[in-house]
Structures are given as C-alpha cells and as structure tokens.
C-alpha cells in the first residue's frame, strides 16, 4: 500500500506527463496551422459573392512552397519575413490569397490576385485592362446572389458579371450607383509586388487605395468554405450556410 508522500509523487508524475503531452500536442497543432493549413474567418463583405461575411476558410499555407514554422509571423511590431525551405513559387493571376495588410502586417486581409510583377494594369469605367487587354466580363443573372445577400448590402442596385482572368472563371459584383473607385491610372506593377481586388468591386479597400502587395506578405491561397453563418439581423435568425460548407473557393 502506497503511502501518503508516495502517492503525491505519483500525482505529482502523472499531471507533469499530461501537462507535457498537452505541451506537444499544442506545439504539434502550432506547427501545421504555420506551415500547412489554417482556417481564418471572414470579417467583412469585400469577397462577396466569391465569400460571404462569416464563412470560415481554409488557407493552404504551403500552395507557394514548404516555410520555416512560424518565419511570417507578425504580432503587434513584430513582422517576419518568411522563410521558405525552397524558392517561393509564384501566385498566379486569379489566385485568392491571404496576406499581411501592408499598411500593418498585424491584421490579415483576402483579396484576389489580379495583377502580377510587371504588368500595365488600368481600370476605366469599372473596366479592368491588363497589358493592354479589357478582362472578358460578360453580364449574368444575379437573383441567387440577390437571394442570399448579405443584410447590409440589401437594397443596393448590383449587377453581376463572370469575369476571366487567366484560367480562371468567377463572379464579381458593382453597385451600378457608386462611382467611387471606377478608375485607376495605368500603372506598372513592380518586381516582387502583387495587385489586388476584392469581388465586391465598389466595397473593397484593396490595392487602388492602399497599393501592391509585397510577395513576403502573401500567407496562402484560400482554398475552401469549411462552415458558414448568417447572423441575426433584424426579423431574421442565425442560419447554418449548409450549402456553403466545404465549398471549394475559385
């Protein structure tokens, strides 16, 4: 029979064991949030209809090649740059990514890739033209996004088109009302720097206002919806986007 003192040691043995297993396993679960997949949330309504305000995503952090855990790290003052076990591959036009907001490497924003290190890239009239060429944007029916808009945005006058950038094929939304961010100057786009949109082209704040995005900055493409949510407005009530869930993001 174990006395007393003995069976504290024992105690004493057995929490020290767990906490250290926890101690791995939280290290573990770090460790392959940094390099391979991690989820974040969508805050705002700048990817509609790509993204909706409060899906969860996942971000494929190895899409542009295998980094250092932790070397992106970027808390309050503290922004590293990545370090990548073998040359970073380039983003391609079309790409949603996830990246450090320039302006402060701290908070984390989404957007679309659609300008890549030496292009002309130029907006007229709502109209984006990359080296010269107006992006194929062909007019199509938006009632299923009009069904499913986000609260805030009921009420607006969008029209919605299928645009094609590279090989890739998604939708964008305009206010046909707003003519605030309808032209940008052409402008070059300069080695080692990325452009980008959001979908909800004239409710984005993206590169027209705040510039290029630097390749260090880039975290991951997102690649999937894995839960999605609407929360309570008004007469409505909180909602499972069952639909949404596990949907692949173009």
């Known amino acids: 029979m174990l006395t007393t003192e003995q069976v504290i040691k024992k105690r004493k043995k057995e929490f020290l064991r767990e906490l250290r297993n926890i101690f791995f396993i939280v290290i573990i679960l770090l460790?392959?949030?940094?390099?391979?997949?991690?989820?974040?949330?969508?805050p705002s309504g700048s990817m509609i209809p790509t993204l909706k305000i409060d899906d969860f995503i996942i971000v494929n952090k190895f899409e542009y090649g295998f980094k250092v855990p932790f070397s992106d790290m970027a808390i309050f003052d503290l922004n590293l740059k990545p370090i990548y076990i073998n040359e970073m591959k380039k983003p391609t036009r079309g790409d949603v990514?996830?990246?450090?907001?320039?302006?402060?490497?701290?908070?984390?924003?989404?957007?679309?890739?659609?300008?890549?290190?030496?292009?002309?890239?130029?907006?007229?009239?709502k109209r984006l033209y990359i080296n010269g060429e107006k992006v194929i944007d062909r007019e199509v029916n938006g009632e299923k996004f009009l069904k499913n808009m986000d609260a805030q945005y009921v009420g607006n006058k969008f029209?919605?088109?299928?645009?094609?950038?590279?090989?890739?094929?998604?939708?964008?939304?305009?206010?046909?009302?707003?003519?605030?961010?309808?032209?940008?100057?052409?402008?070059?786009?300069?080695?080692?720097?990325?452009?980008?949109?959001?979908?909800?082209?004239?409710?984005s704040s993206d590169s027209r206002f705040w510039?290029?995005?630097?390749?260090?900055?880039?975290?991951?493409?997102?690649?999937?919806?894995?839960?999605s949510f609407s929360r309570p407005t008004g007469e409505s009530s909180f909602k499972i986007r069952f639909d949404r869930i596990m949907k692949s993001i173009k």
């Open 97 to 125: 990514v996830v990246f450090k907001w320039p302006r402060d490497p701290s908070i984390n924003y989404i957007k679309r890739i659609v300008g890549l290190p030496g292009d002309t890239l130029e907006i007229r009239e």
């Open 31 to 42: 460790v392959f949030r940094s390099v391979f997949y991690e989820p974040y949330r969508i």
């Open 211 to 227: 510039g290029f995005v630097p390749a260090e900055n880039i975290r991951g493409r997102a690649t999937k919806v894995w839960f």
């Open 159 to 203: 029209k919605f088109y299928e645009s094609r950038i590279g090989d890739r094929s998604f939708v964008i939304q305009q206010d046909v009302d707003n003519v605030y961010s309808n032209q940008t100057e052409e402008i070059t786009i300069p080695k080692g720097h990325y452009f980008v949109l959001g979908d909800n082209r004239d409710y």
